[in-house]
């Protein structure tokens, strides 16, 4: 069956620091989302991404964030000048033609600031 | 407001029996609804959706209902297993693309 795929599993990084997390959608999907879930919280929803440009954002997702899809299969979340407050699991989602279909998620990239 | 901690709602169920997970969304134009499980270490994996033009809607040993009247969800999980044990999320989405999560309800299956 086809999932998304994240990586790295695991990244832990210097305060201030810049980090990008990556991600493989499911092939034949054009919608695209990253969410968060800091520890024992919910999981957020930090923006929306079609047709190469985002559709959607979040109050969370400020000028520290960017997301990118780089190439045919790639999605990538770029933290600018990580905080300590960015530390949290980073899902990746995506859903096929329209929206209202089941997003597909991820097993996430657990992003440490130390 | 809601408030958010480290402890989820759990519910204990004997194995074979059948479980119900129950959830209050809060956006009357929410219009479209997905179950979510989530096991230790990994991402929400979907278990089954229903549109606001439904009110019950059956999968393989899980049952979603609606309620638009007073905005409840719930999912009943049949002959629950030790697999079935995880935490579980209702999202509701109200058009815009982005998902709303409930907090969480944690099942553990007892053998």
């Known amino acids: 069956e086809p999932e998304v795929t994240q990586t790295p599993s695991h990244q832990v990084t210097q305060m201030g620091q810049e980090v990008i997390l990556r991600c493989v959608p499911i092939?034949?999907?054009?919608?695209f989302y990253w969410y968060r879930q800091i520890l024992g919280q919910k999981v957020e929803f930090l923006v929306s991404?079609?047709?190469?440009?985002?559709?959607?954002k979040s109050e969370i997702f400020d000028d520290q964030f960017s997301v990118e899809r780089p190439d045919g299969s790639n999605f990538t979340l770029k933290i600018r000048s990580t905080k300590l407050e960015d530390s949290a699991m980073y899902f990746c989602a995506s859903s096929a033609r329209r929206p209202n279909q089941p997003q597909h998620f991820g097993d996430g990239t657990r992003l440490s600031i130390l | 407001g809601e408030s958010v901690g480290l402890h989820l709602p759990t519910l204990s169920v004997q194995e074979g029996d059948n479980s119900i997970i129950n959830c209050a969304y809060s956006n009357s134009a929410s219009d479209y609804f997905i179950w979510y499980k989530q096991e230790s270490g990994k991402g929400p994996q979907f278990i089954i959706d229903?549109?606001?033009?439904?009110d019950k809607r059956q999968g393989q040993r899980v049952t979603v209902l609606l309620n638009k009247t007073v905005k409840h969800l719930s999912l009943q999980i049949a002959a629950t297993q030790p697999g079935d044990s995880a935490v579980y999320f209702c999202?509701?989405?109200?058009?815009?693309?982005?998902?709303?999560f409930g907090k969480g309800n944690q099942v553990v299956v007892i053998p």
């Open positions: 991404f079609y047709n190469n440009e985002i559709s959607e």
């Open positions: 229903i549109r606001s033009n439904m």
């Open positions: 092939s034949n999907h054009l919608y």
């Open positions: 999202a509701e989405n109200s058009g815009n693309n982005r998902l709303a």
